[in-house]
């Protein structure tokens, strides 16, 4: 292996490694989430498969350097190959707002910024220096792939109202009760090194596996989740107390409680009370609740008799 530094600051580095032999048509560009280094978490795994891969690492989380510094350091060595940006939290913004000025495949988990103004709040440390607009600066001829939690808002709505306006078909994956680190999230369940695998070899997996046992409480949960996110209230509600049932805690029933509440779900509501009185769990319901919940019992439609 060798390497070679293509830019280096005061706040900024971008190192080029390549691998012994191959020299194979995609280029891996990983982002640092922090600090400065030479290489990311990714470097050896794409070298391992015979790919050239270039880190690129900020104090700054990337404010001050420019998409025309990274193009111009960048150019001599993708030699019109093919680039994959990659990036996890800062990372991931990185790697979709630089990854668009140079039509690469992206490939983002959890992306987030503190200082971006879609999120409402002023850039850490100074002016911010990018674009405000990604559609200001996308070239549309890439493409994007981005695994989030739904539950992460700061990620949301980055993906919302900043990515999705240039890349309209971009693929936002949701992995549900991963937090705000969906690439340990998924390192973890032993998903992310394949996921990666199959992005150098040109095919990104269009969905993430969930990262739970299937009937696990957390399985059955996830599964809940991901129908609520799709709509699917009846069946989300079924689902997740499929999961209480596994687990019975009581702030598991009273976010089902106020999910069934929402949509006029009396019959889940009753679940809820009866798996309530089961597990003696009365004492732990917030009184809001165990009234919704004792009241939803009273109205129990009456069982005709034969």
């Known amino acids: 292996m060798s ?24 280029v891996l560009i990983t982002f640092g989430e922090s600090g400065m280094s030479d290489a990311g978490p990714w470097t050896q795994l794409a070298l391992e498969r015979g790919h050239e891969t270039i880190h690129i690492s900020s104090a700054s989380a990337y404010q001050g350097l420019e998409v025309e510094d990274v193009a111009e350091a960048l150019t001599s060595v993708l030699d019109g190959r093919k680039a994959i940006t990659c990036g996890s939290g800062v990372g991931g913004y990185a790697a979709i707002y630089f990854g668009s000025a140079i039509a690469s495949q992206i490939i983002a988990f959890s992306p987030r910024h503190d200082g971006h103004p879609t999120l409402g709040r002023g850039a850490a440390g100074g002016e911010w220096t990018h674009a405000e607009a990604l559609t200001d600066l996308a070239k549309h001829e890439g493409t994007a792939t981005v695994v989030f939690d739904p539950a992460d808002a700061a990620a949301q709505t980055l993906v919302a109202q900043w990515l999705q306006p240039a890349y309209p078909q971009a693929q936002s994956q949701p992995l549900f009760l991963a937090g705000t680190d969906t690439a340990r999230a998924l390192d973890e369940a032993g998903q992310l090194v394949p996921f990666l695998e199959k992005s150098l070899n040109g095919y990104v997996p269009k969905k993430v596996k969930p990262i739970f046992a299937p009937n696990s409480a957390k399985g059955l949960w996830a599964q809940g989740l991901s129908l609520w996110f799709e709509g699917d209230t009846k069946n989300a509600l079924a689902t997740m107390l499929q999961s209480a049932r596994t687990a019975p805690e009581a702030g598991t029933l009273m976010d089902i409680a106020a999910r069934a509440q929402s949509v006029s779900d009396g019959d889940a509501l009753r679940a809820v009370a009866s798996l309530v009185g089961e597990h003696e769990l009365w004492a732990s319901m917030n009184g809001k609740t165990a009234r919704l919940l004792l009241n939803a019992q009273r109205k129990a439609p009456a069982v005709a008799n034969g």
């Open 3 to 26: 390497s070679e530094v293509l830019l280096t600051r005061p706040n900024h580095r971008i190192v080029h490694h390549r691998p012994e032999r191959s020299r194979k048509t995609r």
